[in-house]
Nanobody, 124 residues
Framework: QVQLVESGGGLVQAGGSLRLSCAAS????????MGWFRQAPGKEREFVAT????????DYADSVKGRFTISRDNAKNTVYLEMNSLQPEDTAVYYC?????????????????WGQGTQVTVSS
């Protein structure tokens, strides 16, 4: 069982940056692939980024590639999402997720464990 708690969301102007964090419980954090997803009002939840156990393998949605960076610190049981050049269309609730499937290289899903989400709002 893994519990996930996101933080770092907020209100930012277009072109700005935010760094999201997701703290995970448990001693086997490195055995999980981690992912970030987002859900905008009236839209389905969508994949944003994923990272494998060592941090050496990552994958991004085309919409965020080159602007967002996912990373992890296994010693701190934490995964991060650095978001740069934010645009109003990035406004959403961002969720952290974990799964043992695809733990080596990351995966776009499905995921077994989810955080409660953190709101990111980008003003124009």
């Amino acid at each position: 069982q893994v519990q996930l708690v996101e933080s770092g969301g907020g209100l930012v102007q277009a072109g700005g940056s935010l760094r999201l964090s997701c703290a995970a419980s448990g001693r086997t954090f490195r055995a999980y692939a981690m992912g970030w997803f987002r859900q905008a009002p009236g839209k389905e939840r969508e994949f944003v980024a994923t990272i494998g156990w060592s941090g050496g393998s990552t994958d991004y949605a085309d919409s965020v590639k080159g602007r967002f960076t996912i990373s992890r610190d296994n010693a701190k049981n934490t995964v991060y999402l650095e978001m740069n050049s934010l645009q109003p269309e990035d406004t959403a609730v961002y969720y952290c997720a974990a799964t043992e499937k695809g733990w080596m290289v990351g995966t776009r899903g499905p995921y077994d464990y989810w955080g409660q989400g953190t709101q990111v709002t980008v003003s124009s």
